[in-house]
């Protein structure tokens, strides 16, 4: 759940954006919309000076309006207001700043909540993701059965780049990719874009922006049963080759590795300039968010999403308490020097024991709690 600078070219906050047409009836003053449309639903992320990132009440909002439509319409759909983002994710300053405080943690723990709802809805679900796509808009759209990407779509799990990991079930869907794809993402923090993320399994169809209308207009007019055809029928991805598939070979062999450690020893044996700058990418991100997140995709490979998203909320918990996600949102957020001091420096002073206290039970009382029939099967 992030949201911040990735680039100069990708602005944390737009001052204008294009906006799509809405409906007069529909207030513009909030941040979640949500609109019926006959036997069917629309919910609209509305906050496109802030890329539409979430906060607590946006989830609580989109739980309300999912829970109530899941008996009483036959099909969801939910995108972002604008043409710059779907949700680049939460307001991590703001987090970090109020520390392990019980907000910090309800924001974690209903968000984890509202993953887990997304990914065993009872009816189609329909993410629009066009746009920058992260952290917290991941989790709104990657476990739900459908999502459809755009030539703007841009997706990325940066979050060891600020001393977090890749939550909101980050362990659940990251090792479901093809072979160690999820990894390398979870890692590096690469973006994907448009078509890409498509061919990457992240999402289920492709479509050029200027159908997103006529596209939404066809589904809210069409049966449940015919929703899949309606999708395959403005699915226009390409057979241009995916953007890492050159890459792939070396990907599966520097990071099927036992642990960071020899990701890192692996890279350095081969010099080429996909390794050199693999290696120099690794270097900048926090040592311990590499290795805790090399352990949380391991784990997440064989556990349902509800026991992830609980896995993923003891670790945030511990992070709250001690961890480089601070230090990380300072350089990058706060004081945007670019110059994190990560503790430790290097991901060989990380220790076993070190990995271990951001996966340890919570006291008493404190675990995330989720309905067992949440339990899921694998979408991607």
């Known amino acids: 759940m992030v ?4 680039c100069n070219s990708v602005p944390r906050i737009v001052k204008q954006v294009h906006m799509r047409p809405m409906s007069a009836a529909m207030s513009t003053d909030k941040t979640v919309i949500a609109t019926d449309h006959g036997d069917k639903g629309v919910i609209t992320l509305n906050r496109p000076k802030a890329l539409n990132a979430i906060n607590l009440d946006m989830v ?22 604008g043409d710059k983002s779907f949700c680049a994710g939460g307001d ?15 924001f974690f723990r209903e968000e984890y909540t509202l993953n887990a709802l997304i990914g065993n809805y009872k009816i189609p679900y329909i993410a629009l993701i066009d746009g920058i796509t992260m952290g917290g808009g991941v989790g709104l759209s990657v476990h739900g059965k459908y999502r459809v990407a755009t030539e703007r779509t841009m997706f990325a799990m940066p979050e060891t780049q600020i001393g977090l990991f890749p939550d909101v079930g980050g362990s659940y869907f990251l ?48 049966s449940k049963d015919d929703i899949r055809q309606v999708l395959d029928k403005f699915n226009s991805c390409s057979s241009n080759e995916f953007v890492l598939a050159k890459d792939m070979d070396q990907i599966n062999k520097h990071f099927d590795k036992a642990g960071v450690d020899d990701i890192f020893e692996s890279l350095q044996g081969e010099e080429n300039a996909w390794t050199q700058k693999t290696l120099q990418t690794l270097r900048k991100m926090s040592p311990r968010s590499l290795k805790v997140t ?34 990380g949102v300072r350089a990058l957020l706060i004081d945007k020097d670019q110059n994190p001091k990560w503790v430790p420096p290097q991901v060989e002073q990380v220790t076993e024991n070190q990995v271990n206290f ?20 694998s979408k991607l």
């Open 294 to 327: 090399h352990q949380q995709l391991l784990f997440g490979a064989t556990l349902s999403l509800v026991d992830c998203l609980k896995m993923e909320y003891r670790m945030v918990v511990r992070f709250l308490e001690d961890s480089d996600f601070k230090e």
């Open 92 to 106: 991590v300053r703001a987090v970090v700043e109020a520390g392990p405080t019980e907000e910090s943690k309800a």
């Open 175 to 222: 090792p479901r990719l093809t072979g160690k794809l999820g990894l390398y993402l979870g890692l590096t923090g690469f973006r994907l874009k448009g078509e890409d993320v498509t061919k990457a399994g992240i999402a289920t169809h492709y479509c050029n922006s200027d159908q997103l209308d006529k596209l939404e207009e066809a589904l809210l007019s069409s």
């Open 358 to 377: 951001y996966f340890g039970p919570l006291p008493a009382g404190e675990e995330l709690k989720l309905p067992e029939e949440n339990v899921v099967k």
């Open 60 to 81: 609580r909002q989109i739980y309300g309006h999912l829970k109530r439509w899941e008996d009483t319409k036959s099909a969801v759909i939910i995108k972002g207001v």
């Open 3 to 6: 949201v911040f600078r990735l």
